[in-house]
């Protein structure tokens, strides 16, 4: 049913850890009732240099914000955004086509961190 890479990302997530000092964080999801996703960021020259996330969510929820914040380190915030489900679900080696909306967690997520960043900075001048 799960890519190696799907178990190996939900067994050993990556960057699952709070980051209280974030630029800017941003969530996505329906905390209530399924899957919700908290993204945090760190910025250093128009670049993610740090990232990690908090989710409450499935085997493939896990896999997929993992999988994001591996994607979109080191990255530019135009990178970045542009980072799409499908870059997710083929960074995994598939999903079930019942798990595909998984991948919307961290895309969701991960925009609304960047354009949280962006918004701060816009305000602070």
């Given amino acids: 049913m799960y890519s190696e890479k799907v178990i190996e990302h939900?067994?050993?997530p990556q960057n699952a850890y709070s980051m209280p000092d974030a630029d800017a964080e941003g969530s996505f999801g329906d905390p209530t009732?399924?899957?919700y996703l908290t993204i945090y960021i760190k910025v250093k020259d128009n670049r993610i240099s740090?990232?990690?996330y908090l989710?409450?969510?499935c085997a493939a929820a896990i896999a997929t914000s993992s999988m994001?914040?591996?994607l979109a380190k080191g990255k530019t915030l135009d990178e970045a955004?542009?980072?799409s489900e499908e870059d997710i679900i083929h960074a995994l080696?598939?999903?079930p086509d019942n798990k595909v909306h998984c991948s919307n967690l961290g895309v969701s997520a991960l925009r609304n961190a960047i354009y949280n960043y962006l918004n701060r900075m816009?305000?602070?001048y």
Avoid: A, Q, Y
């Fill in 81 to 83: 955004l542009e980072i």
């Fill in 50 to 52: 740090e990232i990690s």
């Fill in 93 to 95: 080696d598939g999903l």
């Fill in 10 to 12: 939900f067994m050993c």
């Fill in 122 to 124: 816009e305000w602070s």
């Fill in 33 to 35: 009732c399924g899957d």
């Fill in 68 to 70: 994001t914040t591996v």
């Fill in 55 to 57: 989710v409450f969510g």
